[in-house]
């Protein structure tokens, strides 16, 4: 039976408060497994707007109304308004997840610092972001974090050394390569291990193998314009040939306004014959299989501003 790992970044104080309890509703309503990878320091959505600088960044806020999904009071926070502390003011929350039989794991402490550094920062400063978090996890759930998602899919060598060294055995950082109409460059693409340089690391990397909504919206594939109401069918398109994958929603999106979306995909992946599942059982049905190992190779997705960690095409 192929699967879909539904793997749930949680960025900002918002999207835990409302788009989490939302998620943990619609994936109990629908028997779908998820895991949900939680933003645990300060909300400072607001210092995001700095990369208004960068190439393609207004050409993607202009598909996906940022402000529409974010709202104005988020993308205040560290800027006009105090940035709230995720991981004191939503515990509940992140608790209830857990309570409803779902994994949970590290997505960062701060998303925007994390996102916006790290590729250039050295190993303390990456200790010390990766340590705040696991030390905050562990406050809130009473145990060590199992897995981690990079914000933005950005990390360093030192980020993946960190992940060995906190004795995680899978995690999803990167990104298979991906057409513009969102079909896979590589078929085969799916789990590895990364290397850099001659260290090969422990911990196995679970790829984001589908295009995210943000990503799709708003793109012309095949003389169509991606809209909310044509952008299921799409994705189905997508996985119409049986195929396992791992497909990235965000609190914000799938959480709030466009919880319609993912209803229709996960009726949609039902009727494909797909088993929704978590980042720790596509890894159980995994970890005894020889995985290829590829390097650690910087590169631009079709619909996103800026290059992040992805699995080599060839």
Not at 11 to 31: C, S
Request: aromatic residues 10%; contains cysteine; proline residues 6%.
């Amino acid at each position: 039976m192929p699967t879909i790992v539904l793997k749930i970044d949680v960025d900002t104080y918002r999207g835990t408060r409302e788009g989490v309890p939302n998620l943990v509703r619609i994936l109990k309503q629908h028997q779908a497994n998820a895991t949900f990878l939680f933003s645990l320091g300060k909300d400072h959505t607001g210092w995001a707007l700095r990369r208004a600088f960068r190439p393609g960044f207004f050409k993607k806020v202009s598909r996906t109304s940022v402000l529409e999904h974010y709202g104005p009071k988020t993308l205040m926070y560290g800027v006009f308004l105090p940035a709230p502390d995720i991981g004191k003011e939503c515990v509940e929350e992140m608790r209830a997840a857990k309570r409803a039989g779902f994994e949970c794991g590290i997505h960062c402490w701060d998303h925007v610092v994390w996102q916006d550094n790290v590729r250039r920062r050295g190993e303390a400063w990456t200790q010390k972001q990766m340590q705040a978090a696991y030390e905050r996890y562990n406050e809130i759930f009473g145990a060590p974090p199992k897995t981690y998602g990079a914000a933005g899919w950005q990390m360093n060598p030192h980020a993946f050394a960190q992940l060995d060294q906190f004795g995680m055995h899978y995690s999803s950082d990167t990104r298979a390569m991906l057409k513009e109409d969102g079909s896979l460059a590589n078929p085969a693409a799916g789990p590895y291990r990364l290397s850099h340089g001659d260290q090969v690391f422990d911990c196995v990397q679970l790829p984001t193998t589908l295009p995210t909504l943000d990503e799709l919206l708003g793109v012309e594939i095949d003389g169509h314009v991606v809209t909310e109401s044509n952008i299921a069918s799409v994705i189905l398109g997508l996985t119409a040939e049986p195929k396992n994958h791992v497909f990235t929603m965000h609190a914000e999106l799938e959480g709030q306004k466009l919880a319609p979306i993912l209803i229709e995909l996960l009726n949609g992946w039902s009727e494909q014959g797909y088993l929704c599942i978590s980042m720790g059982q596509y890894f159980a049905n995994i970890r005894e299989q020889e995985l290829p190992v590829h390097p650690l190779t910087w590169a631009e997705l079709p619909g996103r501003s800026g290059e992040l960690l992805a699995l080599d095409a060839k």
